[in-house]
């Protein structure tokens, strides 16, 4: 999903895992320009993509 904020930057959130109860474990992006968000958020796709997380995984991608 991905929506602009009052002051103008993006935000874009990707579901990454799921919690005991299953609720889902978001990851939360933020750029100023469409075209960098979706780079980002493909990014964090790919770098999650079959890994299996809960809630106590502090996994983090660097930047």
Do not use: W
Request: one cysteine or more.
């Amino acid at each position: 999903m991905v929506r602009k904020q009052k002051h103008g930057r993006r935000e874009g959130h990707i579901v990454i895992g799921h919690k005991e109860n299953s609720d889902p474990i978001f990851r939360y992006i933020h750029a100023y320009m469409p075209k960098e968000l979706t780079a980002k958020l493909r990014q964090n796709i790919t770098a999650y993509q079959g890994v299996d997380l809960t809630e106590k995984c502090r996994m983090r991608l660097s930047e």
